[in-house]
């Protein structure tokens, strides 16, 4: 699957709270999640951002909270992918499992905002202006996850095969 | 094969002999936990599954801690859809009310996690359960809702790293002192997707309550768990409240660390770890002329018994500074009520601080205590990120119950021997 995008450029430890702020998290609806998403740091970057552009960050992103509000905010504004140095484990289990796609890549600092990338998602092919690097490989249990449509559909189907 | 105490435990749960850092297992899961900001999610989850009803409603665990008392409507509204899902499905341990309390320090509490369970909760502190000699790690709502229908989740065996710690205690330093220093000298990625593993006779000589705190924040080095071994503090702390039968495991002497970690705790003094990371640790002596606005005692870190006697003890005879609002969260109704009866709260109020019921309130900025813009507190709580307790503007000092007393009675940061 290739991916089109701009990029917008975060730094090391963007923790969930950032992402979105705990005193937003009694909403569920991705909508209004998506209306705070960065907003600590950021707070009109859900205005700029455009459907398909891309977060790229530095180690550690989406330390903190196990909210899954996080992933939730960062799709409801049309961004498929992160591209960090490192993920914290919580969020990285979080993205997969609502379908937000996550690459390891050490490029932050290569990026400026605004930059445009090509993603080759599942070879981990990232392209862009003095940039051509391949992320770490997704792993293979994460992908089989994405083959069978994320955590839940297996669920789902497992439910209903036992009825 | 030799295995750590977390490999052991997992492997055990996975029905295999031996497991190796980087597999991953099917577990089988003795509680599931959520709470009012994340069951929601995971009920809507659940619901578009199909699911019929939970793998067994007594290990399915539901706490109405964050936003309660209800903070608003949404909230209000949020914990009604829980509280009839527990009905419908028939949670037996869910809690709310008069008998609920912050979630890490209610389980122990009741008796709900044991030592050798796994432990999965849509809490990152779910970590804290570690110090019993569990396998508890956080995880979000999607998660939650597979662990809580199936009683199994996917779970990778992490690698371990120990940490050996030696000597005596300085007066007024605890758990929290040790693992904000532990935090500050790997940092907030340190032990990233990590076991940590506690040992060495500065641990033997720690209380459960301190044991507690130290688990709790190894989420805040990146860690996936936190885990002691069970000792005879243990054995006493679960006896009385254990309701079930429980295995205890220990790692074996030749067991595989990724890294091994010194700590002489003789030479720990009191720490204060700076915004905006839990890693920026510095002995409180160092920290000088921070003015504070509010001062929390409280929270799944350091609400619990030790952290009110110490606080207690510093604040005997004192006064908040008029300018700070102090406020003391007993992190559930039996510490609320033994707090009580052993003379804490007038102590507390005489001092002018402020008793909050059992939440998790202000340490996510949630409510009863929400910083304005330029405002700072120190707080006993886990996190210190930008705009964790209210406004992007405003800072959190972390630390442990005697500082936090001490600063509140000064109206900045402060070691207990400057207002004593």
């Known amino acids: 699957m290739i991916l089109k995008g701009r990029v917008w450029k975060f730094g090391d430890n963007i923790d969930t709270d950032i992402i979105i702020p705990a005193r937003y998290l009694a909403h569920t609806d991705p909508k209004v999640l998506g209306s705070h998403c960065m907003e600590p740091i950021a707070p009109d970057f859900h205005e700029k951002v455009a459907k398909g552009d891309f977060i790229v960050g530095g180690s550690n992103f989406g330390c903190g909270s196990s909210r899954e509000h996080a992933p939730i905010a960062i799709l409801a504004l049309g961004i498929p992918l992160v591209i960090a140095r490192s993920f914290a484990r919580i969020f990285y289990r979080n993205s997969f499992n609502k379908g937000l796609a996550l690459l390891e890549a050490d490029i932050v600092d290569r990026v400026k905002d605004g930059d445009q990338l090509e993603i080759d998602l599942l070879a981990g092919g990232i392209a862009g202006p003095g940039i051509d690097v391949v992320a770490k490989p997704i792993p293979p249990f994460m992908i089989e996850l994405i083959n069978e449509g994320g955590l839940m559909n297996y669920l789902k189907r497992r439910l209903e095969a036992r009825a | ?420």
């Open chain 2, 1 to 420: 094969m030799s295995m750590t105490i977390t490999e052991k435990i997992l492997a055990a749960h996975a029905g295999k002999s031996g497991v190796e850092p980087g597999e991953i297992l099917d577990v089988k899961l003795d509680v599931a936990l959520a709470n009012d900001i994340t069951a929601p999610l995971s009920l809507e989850e659940f619901d578009k599954v199909g699911a019929k009803g939970v793998f067994d409603p007594e290990k399915v665990v539901l706490v109405l801690d964050h936003f309660t008392p209800n903070k608003d409507i949404i909230s209000a509204e949020n914990c009604k859809t829980i509280r009839e899902f527990a009905h419908k499905y028939g949670i037996t341990n869910f809690y709310e009310g008069g008998a609920c309390g912050i979630e890490h320090a209610l389980l122990p509490e009741e008796g709900l996690v044991l030592p050798g369970d796994v432990v999965i909760g849509a809490d990152s502190h779910t970590c804290t359960y570690g110090a019993l000699g569990a396998f508890a790690t956080g995880v979000g709502s999607t998660d939650l809702t597979y662990g809580m229908v199936t009683g199994t989740l996917w779970l990778k065996v992490p690698e371990s790293i120990k940490f050996v710690c030696h000597g005596k205690w300085q007066k007024w330093v605890t758990g929290k002192d040790l693992i904000l220093h532990i935090i500050g000298r790997i940092g907030v990625e340190g032990a990233l997707y990590a076991a940590m593993e506690f040992h060495g006779e500065a641990i033997s000589t720690l209380s459960m309550d301190s044991r507690f705190t130290i688990a709790n924040m190894a989420i805040e080095a990146g860690g996936k768990n936190g885990i002691f071994h069970v000792d005879k503090k243990t054995e006493e702390f679960v006896t009385g409240r254990a309701k079930r039968p429980y295995t205890v495991f220990e790692s074996d002497k030749d067991a595989k660390y990724r890294e091994v970690h010194e700590i002489d705790v003789g030479k720990l003094e009191l720490q204060v770890s700076l915004p905006f990371l839990p890693s920026n640790a510095k002995d409180v002596r160092e920290v000088r002329n921070v003015a504070i606005d509010q001062s929390v005692i409280g929270s799944c870190t350091n609400g619990r018994l030790e952290d009110l006697g110490i606080a207690a003890e510093i604040l005997r005879g004192k006064k908040v500074a008029k300018h700070v609002r102090c406020i003391v969260i007993p992190a559930t109704p039996k510490i609320y009520r033994t707090a009580l009866d052993r003379g804490y709260f007038e102590i507390f109020l005489d001092a002018g601080c402020i008793i909050s019921p059992p939440t998790c309130g202000p340490c996510l900025g949630g409510h009863m205590g929400v910083l304005a813009r330029g405002e700072r507190a120190v707080s006993t709580t886990n996190r210190n990120f930008v705009g964790r307790m209210g406004h992007p503007e405003s800072e959190v000092y972390l630390a442990g119950a005697a500082v936090a007393a001490a600063s509140a009675i000064k109206g900045e940061i402060a070691h207990p021997e400057e207002v004593l």
